[in-house]
């Protein structure tokens, strides 16, 4: 387990860019472009909920560093489940986590992932590089579509394994933009394609968080058989609203993060 949360976020960082070379531009483009500077707001990390690889094996990484965990959120038509986990220090960045409810899956899929996870050393899942490890097993890319065709998140963990599914820009922390629709432009603006579903910006001030994303980038993946290109990860925004007591909302909100898991869906 990192010791340092700075670190452990520096590599998570590094094998995030290497598959969304969109969020690194946009990071450019915010920081050298806009003169701004750039604060995470969270990451998304995903799994199947299968020893040894379930959602309490990677929140442990995050414990181990003085996180506590906040809220629960339930996906049911996506058969996921999540939670999120806040640092006692405000500067932290959130980690949301979802996982794969596998028994409530096609015996096709369940079978196909307990292959996968069997393939999983246990000793890795506790090791320093866990997080940012990428994929641990072999896979082919008819395995893929067929998955495909009932889960795109169980694709996406086959195709991708273990690593940030997205980072999220604070834009409470940005200087010359206030609003989701100002990002969303500046995005369209550098040739980005915003995830439209359920609207371009999801949620609200009743919300307490308002949050867009771009589509996931499409990068090669090396199956057993064969290269193919594939979503890989998106850049998301958030903007949160003070609650009563006058500090900024640090949940989630389930209805607009049911839309924003689909910035992973092959557009068109």
């Not at 929140?59 to 959120?73: I, T």
């Not at 307490?208 to 058989?225: G, I, N, Y």
Request: aromatic share 12%.
């Amino acid at each position: 387990m990192h010791t340092d949360r700075a670190s452990l976020f520096q590599h998570l960082w590094q094998s995030y860019r290497e598959v969304t070379p969109s969020a690194e531009e946009i990071h450019r483009i915010l920081g050298a472009e806009e003169g701004q500077a750039i604060v995470n707001d969270h990451i998304a990390l995903r799994t199947f909920n299968l020893p040894p690889v379930g959602l309490d094996a990677l929140a442990e990484h995050f414990l181990s560093l003085g996180y506590r965990q906040g809220g629960e959120y339930h996906f049911e038509a996506k058969k996921l489940y999540a939670r999120h986990y806040e640092h006692p220090d405000p500067d932290a960045p959130k980690v949301f986590i979802s996982e794969l409810l596998v028994e409530q899956c096609s015996p096709a899929l369940q079978a196909i992932v307990k292959d996968l996870v069997a393939q999983v050393s246990p000793d890795s899942v506790t090791a320093d590089n866990f997080l940012y490890s990428g994929r641990h097993w072999e896979v082919d890319y008819q395995t893929y579509r067929t998955l495909l065709e009932e889960s795109e998140y169980a694709a996406w963990m086959a195709a991708w394994g273990y690593r940030a599914n997205h980072f999220t820009v604070s834009i409470n922390h940005l200087t010359q933009f206030h609003t989701v629709p100002e990002i969303n432009q500046l995005l369209k603006n550098h040739g980005y394609t915003v995830n439209a579903s359920g609207g371009e910006v999801k949620g609200s001030p009743d919300d307490l968080l308002e949050q867009s994303s771009t589509m996931a980038d499409r990068m090669p993946v090396r199956f057993s058989d064969r290269e193919e290109t594939v979503p890989s990860c998106f850049y998301e925004f958030a903007l949160r609203y003070p609650t009563a007591d006058g500090t900024l909302y640090s949940g989630f909100v389930a209805a607009s993060a049911d839309k924003i898991f689909e910035s992973t869906n092959a557009a068109g």
